[in-house]
């Protein structure tokens, strides 16, 4: 499915940019939270306090497309964990997500306030597979669990000519339908948790 996304966008992206689209790319650092015992989801600024502390923090990359006002984005965020004894054995959470974006002044403006809707799979698995098959030949091509999602928010970017920088909040509903094998017989996949709200840094490019 993450392979089919990826050939959408740069489908997209080959049409678009030759209707004279804006093309823009970056960094993110993504959290994701649940609401504390009083119900509470965390402030703008406890989240940066996290992001600054590396609590947390899922990275990554994202690239987005922008005709006028209506942008259609992908983005791809994880979070490592080392093993102790062999790096064939690392796990990673990763985040696949395609989406929709408006901007309400347009993408370029230096105020950037923005509407966001996407999809996306959340998923964990051994970083490098191949490897880990040395351990586990049994392992397929599958992730250990994972879910699809649908998330939405709203988010504010500032512009400087052709750098620019954001934050958002989203929220996260978690997929009732189970992710199927595509090696296994098309049986479920072992479902991942989503937590139901994120806050996402970032720092871009404009082309």
Do not use: C
Request: avoid cysteine; proline fraction near 4%.
């Amino acid at each position: 499915m993450t392979k089919k996304l990826i050939l959408v966008l740069a489908i997209f992206a080959f049409v678009a940019t030759g209707a004279f689209a804006q093309l823009t790319f970056g960094i993110t650092g993504v959290q994701y939270y649940q609401e504390d015992a009083n119900g509470d989801l965390p402030s703008l600024s406890e989240a940066w306090s996290d992001f600054k502390d590396g609590t947390g923090v899922y990275g990554g990359l994202f690239a987005e497309i922008i005709l006028d006002d209506l942008g259609i984005g992908l983005s791809f965020n994880q979070q490592t964990y080392e093993d102790a004894f062999d790096s064939a054995l690392d796990m990673w959470n990763y985040d696949v997500n395609v989406y929709l974006a408006y901007h309400i002044f347009g993408g370029r403006s230096f105020l950037d306030p923005f509407l966001q809707a996407g999809l996306g799979i959340l998923a964990f698995d051994y970083k490098d597979k191949e490897a880990a098959k040395d351990y586990y030949p049994l392992l397929t091509e599958d992730p250990l669990a994972g879910s699809a999602y649908f998330d939405f928010g709203l988010g504010l970017g500032v512009n400087f000519d052709h750098l620019g920088i954001f934050f958002k909040a989203m929220w996260n509903v978690q997929s009732d339908e189970p992710l199927y094998s595509q090696e296994d017989g098309g049986t479920p996949i072992y479902p991942m948790d989503v937590m139901p709200f994120k806050w996402v840094f970032g720092a871009k490019v404009l082309l």
